[in-house]
T-cell receptor, first 111, second 113 residues
Framework: RKEVEQDPGPFNVPEGATVAFNCTYSNSASQSFFWYRQDCRKEPKLLMSVYSSGNEDGRFTAQLNRASQYISLLIRDSKLSDSATYLC????????????FGKGTMLLVSP | DGGITQSPKYLFRKEGQNVTLSCEQNLNHDAMYWYRQDPGQGLRLIYYSQIVNDFQKGDIAEGYSVSREKKESFPLTVTSAQKNPTAFYLCASAYPGSNQPQHFGDGTRLSIL
């Protein structure tokens, strides 16, 4: 079983749509969780950390379900500039940051 | 401005040649990392260092070497033993602690001549 699994997409949505990305992880002892965004041929950039109680940052909402080992990212009112690949990232260890990356889900927002 | 600087942006390697990728950070982060990304693939960890003068192998360390003589610097050497070096190489750094995200430089694209 892959350590972090994501739907590869691409997800094609019109501007203004709501889109949800899902991610599952295999290590039940995983400590921390993040969503990164990667534009084509660029470096990944931190979008948001994911907290146990769920958290929101503007149009973006992240949820964590430890029992199901499942993470989600919801984007509301999609913008053209949201087009990118979204990476689900998990830290399976305590004490230091060593991240495991999913392959990412590509989002294409069209006018 | 604080950040992570990778150089060069593009690099070409001849057969049998070693090449070194530079990574410098002024974020005062203790931990530094090197990843490789192939087209359509996720990031794979090559080496990481939690503290100066110490580093550990990641998942795909064969054919690579690193050093960590200064907190700010973590150069990666791609040796001739790495038979398929063409990839996008990303350096990252982070504060200590499992809840700390990593921050990335803008990468080096390595190709074979």
């Amino acid at each position: 079983r892959k350590e972090v699994e994501q739907d590869p997409g691409p997800f094609n949505v019109p501007e203004g749509a709501t889109v949800a990305f899902n991610c599952t992880y295999s290590n039940s002892a995983s400590q921390s969780f993040f969503w990164y965004r990667q534009d084509c041929r660029k470096e990944p950039k931190l979008l948001m950390s994911v907290y146990s109680s769920g958290n929101e940052d503007g149009r973006f909402t992240a949820q964590l379900n430890r029992a199901s080992q499942y993470i989600s990212l919801l984007i509301r009112d999609s913008k053209l500039s949201d087009s990118a690949t979204y990476l689900c990232v998990v830290n399976p260890y305590s004490g230091y940051s060593t991240l495991t990356f999913g392959k990412g889900t590509m989002l294409l927002v069209s006018p | 401005d604080g950040g992570i600087t990778q150089s060069p942006k593009y690099l070409f390697r001849k057969e049998g040649q070693n090449v070194t990728l530079s990574c410098e950070q002024n974020l005062n982060h203790d931990a530094m990392y090197w990843y490789r990304q192939d087209p359509g693939q996720g990031l794979r960890l090559i080496y990481y260092s939690q503290i100066v003068n110490d580093f550990q192998k990641g998942d795909i360390a064969e054919g690579y070497s690193v050093s960590r003589e200064k907190k700010e610097s973590f150069p990666l050497t791609v040796t001739s033993a790495q038979k398929n070096p063409t990839a996008f190489y990303l350096c990252a750094s982070a504060y200590p602690g499992s809840n700390q995200p990593q921050h990335f430089g803008d990468g080096t694209r390595l190709s074979i001549l």
